[in-house]
């Protein structure tokens, strides 16, 4: 199974900054990478496909980037709506598995 | 608009059984690979099954041989059969559609229900 680790676990930043979350594979993935953002008491919603493909209607300030085994998704510049839990996603084999999350906080 | 409603969730007691629905519309579930995610109280997302466009099914370790999952194309449904529960089986249960890029689809998720909960408990 591919086991996918984020980091940080936690994150604490204020409006306006620029954010990082990373992801890692335990192995190679090619791109076949997903990021959701999941609000408390929310389904996910997915922002990111294929490593670094927007999702339609996902704003701009959104990215990610990465392949193989290493993956970042940067939010560079933090809004008020942003503060929740984020979770990559690896599609390349089943077990479909997801990273262990990041909580970004005040 | 897409939408994906669940149902179904509830008590069960362990090793009992519950069968969990999911109704599509705006789209045909046999067009896109299906999933179900869910995620235990306070926990990260597990993933569950996917049965694919072609009929194929999957699942993760933890449910396989207990769970199975199946569609109704006539009625547009998806369904999660769940059987031997046990406690950790406690969670949210949400289905997810599977998104496509021009005619290739894969298995990440880009509709979600708001998700069932379903608890094992005595």
């Known amino acids: 199974d591919i086991q996918m680790t984020q980091s940080p676990s936690t994150l604490s930043a204020s409006v306006g900054d620029r954010v990082t979350i990373t992801c890692r594979a335990s192995?190679?993935?090619?791109?076949?990478l997903a990021w959701y953002q999941q609000k408390p008491g929310k389904a996910p919603k997915v922002l990111i496909y294929?490593?670094?493909s927007l999702q339609s209607g996902v704003p701009s300030r959104f990215s990610g980037s990465g392949s193989g085994t290493e993956f970042t998704l940067t939010i560079s510049s933090l809004q008020p709506d942003d503060f929740a839990t984020y979770y990559c996603?690896?599609?390349?084999?089943?077990?479909?598995?997801f990273g262990g999350g990041t909580k970004v906080e005040v | 608009e897409v939408q994906l409603v669940e149902s179904g969730g509830g008590l069960a007691q362990p090793g009992g059984s519950l069968r969990l629905s999911c109704a599509a519309s705006?789209?045909?579930?046999?067009?896109?690979?299906m999933t179900w995610v869910r995620q235990a109280p306070g926990k990260g997302l597990e993933w569950v099954s996917v049965?694919?466009?072609?009929?194929?099914?999957y699942y993760a370790d933890s449910v396989k041989g207990r769970f199975t999952i199946s569609r109704d194309n006539s009625k547009n449904m998806l369904y999660l059969q769940m059987n031997s529960l046990r406690a950790e089986d406690t969670a949210v249960y949400y289905c997810?559609?599977?998104?496509?890029?021009?005619?290739?689809?894969?298995?990440?998720?880009?509709?979600w229900g708001q998700g069932t909960l379903v608890t094992v408990s005595s």
């Open positions: 997810a559609r599977g998104g496509c890029i021009a005619t290739s689809c894969y298995v990440y998720f880009d509709y």
């Open positions: 705006a789209f045909t579930v046999s067009s896109n690979h």
């Open positions: 192995q190679s993935i090619s791109s076949w």
């Open positions: 996603q690896q599609y390349n084999s089943y077990p479909l598995t």
């Open positions: 049965i694919s466009s072609g009929g194929s099914t």
């Open positions: 294929k490593a670094s």
